[in-house]
């Protein structure tokens, strides 16, 4: 009798234990303790660019009494995004993330973000009318607005200023034909033969060339995804020389696991990358054995055109509809003058609007800083290239065939280009 | 046994095993069926449903090189780790046996790279190997050579996988070696001895046939381990310089799903894998009756 009350009791303990769990497993609570609404914010980004989201987030919990936004860092940009498509298939994630290029077309039309229209719009809208018009269109998917930029960023040269002294180069390369040229000059060698300073080290991205290519006349792909020409002859051109400078060792493509491109500078492996203001602080603090100096991407043919970067921010559709004023309060929060200038002077990205460049007139006098909000104007606010993985993909194993295989030009650009008219088929299809 | 205690026995046997039978289900099971759906639909894992394409995935993977080349990337990779790991351990091991001074210690250091994190262990061999920045970079210097990039070379990104990956292996080896060389009879190889035998004949006909079953169990295992490698691939090579050159199985099953929004696919090569693994333990059963000796 005992024994079987034991039993029962023990059943029972059981069946209240997993009450407790399969309760603890329901939906989320909302609500804080204190009333307020919770909000989950996911971002990427280390260092300051990271630091100052959450800084921001806590200045926001201060200075109103109707949310709390809760902060969760999901790795890089790739990982976030992985994170959200797991977590939007299993019905949970946050309420506003942080987000890339890359995703937001796929986002957008597979009815994971909200159309952000009719609040950029409404009564507790964002005044946009100083912020550059092509970075908005960047959200725009189908006639919707989905993802509005805020950690936007342009492209920048970093050189060494002690080599270019040395080398006596007084200025940084005004065109790209002269940046090749002085990848060559700056490159030095020991009695061996052997390379200790490379001139160039380049991005394993795409990115950096998307402007060379622009600003000499190229195309990658039309913005509507009809005309894709990644053998186009100017990029057939870029690459050779490229080639030439890595064959010579005056250009190297470093791998990104010992660091890439950034490691090589700031170590004097290499006297200049391209690359762009996030890593600004990063790089001027590690550069400790030189002087680390910025300017422009160089002109082309058609003068400076400049590929944007960076991310944005977007409202998933899985908040309540109860909860999207409140989220978006937190949006609208960040793209403030203030706050944007705030973010600019903390992480190194671009005060991209003209009252968060009044905001921050200070800090923004310093000639670096300068030179790098210098480029905004040049700015083409053309995403295509990043929002298509087919493009995306076919573009970036091109690079890799023939920078670091060292793969034919031709053959390599017209199978990718081959490759992406294929695929590009099954993104555009109708879902 | 009457029909109430029969009912008490089912009742205490769920109770102790329904925890974990609701958890297999949830978890492994379903997920394992739901897997083997998704493989005959394609779905970016975010479209509301996903479209039923029947077998078009398998197919597609079948006429795809990608998928050949990760596949034997993967054997090759398998095969050279537990190769590799077993030789370097079983003669540790040996030498571990013999009672030589700080023993233990070295017997804790030749563990510590089975407990090293993979992403910490891959990132410190990333700089080792670096021609440029590690130690090695000082020999090259001193021998006044560019050393070898081995991340930046196609077969070389496999090799240096590879490397690490017989690194992480050899600790766990070495501790069941160990482990199995206390449990010889010391008397036949003081028989062996007093006949004559060799210190290399006592162990070519004593302890190698009888460390056999040790040898099967850590080459089934560690050949399971190495089939689903990721972690190392992840953080040194991400299959590259130029896709698939390192990658593995695994590897190339997350990009596909997490990286390219091909869950329909990524489930089908799941499937796959899931097959592959089972053939390949199966064989190895199979061979080990040719092999392996049981006391």
């Not at chain 1, 894709?228 to 890595?246: F, G, K, M, N, W």
């Not at chain 1, 573009?395 to 295989?405: G, H």
Request: with cysteine; glycine share 8%; proline share 5%.
């Amino acid at each position: 009798m005992n024994k079987n009350r034991r039993l029962h009791r023990s059943i029972r303990t059981f069946a209240l234990s997993l009450c407790f769990v399969l309760f603890g497993c329901s939906s989320p609570q909302q609500d804080t303790a204190d009333g307020r609404t919770e909000i989950t914010y996911w971002r990427t980004l280390t260092g300051g660019a990271g630091d100052a989201q959450d800084e921001l987030a806590e200045q926001f919990n201060d200075t109103q009494d109707v949310a709390t936004v809760s902060v969760e860092f999901q790795g890089g940009y790739g990982d976030l995004a992985a994170k959200l498509m797991t977590a939007a298939a299993g019905g949970t994630g946050p309420d506003v993330t942080q987000l890339g290029t890359f995703e937001i077309r796929e986002f957008a039309r597979a009815g994971l973000l909200v159309d952000l229209t009719d609040y950029i719009n409404g009564v507790s809208g964002i005044d946009t009318s100083d912020w550059p018009g092509t970075m908005l269109d960047a959200g725009r998917v189908e006639g919707g607005l989905y993802w509005l930029p805020f950690n936007v960023t342009v492209p920048v040269l970093y050189f060494n200023a002690d080599a270019f002294a040395e080398a006596q180069i007084e200025d940084p390369p005004e065109t790209w034909d002269t940046l090749f040229d002085l990848a060559e000059s700056l490159t030095t060698r020991d009695s061996n033969g052997n390379v200790i300073r490379h001139g160039l080290a380049l991005w394993e991205s795409t990115w950096p060339l998307l402007s060379a290519i622009w600003s000499e006349g190229g195309e990658i792909t039309s913005p509507d995804y009809a005309n894709i020409t990644l053998d186009h002859p100017v990029t057939v051109a870029l690459y050779s020389r490229l080639q030439e400078l890595v064959n010579s060792g005056a250009a190297i493509v470093p791998a990104k696991a010992s660091g890439g491109h950034r490691a090589a500078f700031t170590s004097g492996r290499a006297a200049m990358i391209l690359d762009s203001p996030a890593p600004y602080a990063e790089i001027l603090r590690q550069s400790s054995s030189f002087k680390p100096k910025v300017a422009n991407y160089p002109a082309g043919s058609q003068g400076k055109i400049y590929a944007p970067g960076g991310g944005g921010i977007a409202m998933l559709a899985r908040t309540p509809t109860d909860q999207r004023e409140t989220a978006w309060s937190f949006i609208r929060y960040l793209l403030q003058p203030e706050q944007i200038a705030y973010y600019a002077k903390r992480s190194g990205y671009c005060a991209f609007t003209t009252s968060a460049q009044v905001v921050g007139e200070a800090w923004l006098a310093e000639p670096n800083r300068k030179v790098i909000h210098d480029a905004l104007p040049h700015l083409r606010g053309d995403f295509s290239v990043n929002m298509s993985p087919a493009i995306r993909n076919a573009f970036d194993d091109a690079f890799r065939r023939i920078l670091i295989r060292g793969e034919d030009v031709v053959t390599v650009l017209r199978e990718a280009d081959e490759i992406a008219e294929r695929y590009i088929q099954r993104e555009l299809a109708p879902r | 046994m009457s029909a109430k205690s029969q009912r008490r026995e089912w009742l205490t046997f769920l109770l102790f095993a329904g925890p974990n039978l609701i958890m297999f289900g949830l978890f492994t099971y379903w997920p394992i069926l739901y897997s083997a759906y998704l493989s005959l639909t394609d779905w970016n894992l975010i479209a509301a449903t996903p479209v039923f394409v029947g077998i078009k995935n398998y197919a597609d993977l079948a006429t795809d090189p990608e998928t050949w080349r990760v596949t034997g990337n993967t054997i090759i990779y398998a095969v050279c780790v537990v190769v590799s790991a077993q030789i370097i351990a079983f003669a540790l091991a040996l030498l571990l046996h013999r009672p030589i001074p700080g023993r233990t210690l070295f017997r804790t250091l030749a563990f510590t790279p089975y407990v090293t994190t993979t992403a910490a262990a891959a990132l410190a061999w990333v700089l080792l190997l670096d021609p440029r920045l590690g130690p090695l970079s000082t020999i090259y210097g001193l021998l006044g050579v560019e050393g070898p990039d081995l991340l930046r070379s196609g077969t070389g990104s496999l090799v240096a996988i590879i490397v690490v990956g017989s690194w992480k292996e050899i600790g766990i080896a070495t501790i069941f070696f160990l482990a199995g060389l206390q449990t010889i009879d010391r008397s036949l190889h003081e028989s062996a001895s007093l006949e004559g035998a060799g210190s290399w004949a006592q162990t070519r006909f004593i302890t190698i046939p009888l460390m056999t079953p040790v040898i099967f169990f850590l080459a089934l295992s560690g050949f399971i381990a190495a089939l689903k490698t990721f972690e190392s691939v992840y953080m040194m090579t991400e299959g590259g310089p130029v896709y698939p050159d390192s990658s593995t199985y695994v590897f190339h099953l997350y990009k596909t799903g997490f990286r390219d929004f091909r869950a329909g696919l990524a489930s089908a090569l799941a499937v796959l894998f899931f097959a592959l693994t089972v053939l390949m333990t199966a064989a190895q059963f199979r061979f080990a009756r040719l092999w392996v000796h049981y006391e």
